[in-house]
């Protein structure tokens, strides 16, 4: 019987925390553990966790000397359960989100098949209406990784490709991608940290499972959202964020197939279109904001072109 670990970045979460743990413990599927790494919070997000361990064995909590972002517990946490006792199967949640009842039975039964990698569909709620959002992909399929990077350009090149969250690994692909092309990063990373590691992960990616069913439920926290984009200094960090991440992505080692560089090609002309994007939310001139078009369509432009790219 496969062990899941469901790893959660915590940090000042203490509205969710608990609904985030209590998907967890209610999971259909028995054989998991839910490893919390509390990035330092300020609230009282550690002592909710702490009352949870009391309760349910399965529960780990790390605790970060200091500040260290989500790129960085996700990796503390994936070396944690990569320990004699750990899961063959690394999932993630994060603190203010929700795993479907049935998602780590479903995801176990996947890795049955001898997969590598799992991707599956989620729901997005907002308040108290859910609904599934559209993907690149409509049925269950089993697929090498030249199949799966075909059909993802085939289908629009969808930057969804990118969130952990929506992703079941090997454990071991996970720590091999992590010793080979992500032990020695140093910056702090709280955006494009997740394109960063599921593209590189797929180097070591043999086999992929794409369920059609939604076993995540991505939790819109509206107030938050208006924060961040009022945020001049967590902007700045995030289109410094972008820019590393399209730099590691391009500096990524090859692998023979085409459809991998393509694939990788098209991703960094998603990150290009996030940072102009969001350089043109806070910069309002005129004529800052036609250059920032204009570079848009050009990168849009070369999207399309490698979109059409024979294999």
Known sequence: MLKISIIIPLFNAEKFIARALESCIRQTYSNIEIIVIDDKSEDKSI?????????????????????????????????????????????????????EKNACREVALSFQEGIDLCIFQFRRQEGEIQYQENSWFNQDLSLSLDEFEKLWIDNGGSNLINSLWSKAFKTEIFIQNLEQNLKNIQERLLMAEDAMVSISCLSYVKKVKLLNQPLYIYCVNENSATQEKTNLSKIALYLKNLL?????????????????NIFIGIAICNLKIHYLDLQKSINKGFFYRLGLKIKRKRVKILKNKLLKSPF
């Not at 260290?68 to 063959?88: D, M, S, T």
């Not at 590393?244 to 459809?259: C, E, R, V």
């Open 244 to 260: 590393f991440a399209i730099n590691f992505l391009k500096h990524l080692p090859q692998i023979s197939l085409k459809s991998h």
């Open 47 to 99: 002592e909710i966790v702490k009352q949870f361990c009391q309760t349910d064995e399965r529960i780990h909590l790390i605790e970060n000397d200091s500040n260290l972002g989500p790129f960085a517990c996700r990796n503390k946490g994936a070396i944690y359960a990569n320990r004699v006792e750990g899961g063959q199967i690394l999932m993630f949640l994060d603190s203010d989100d929700i795993l």
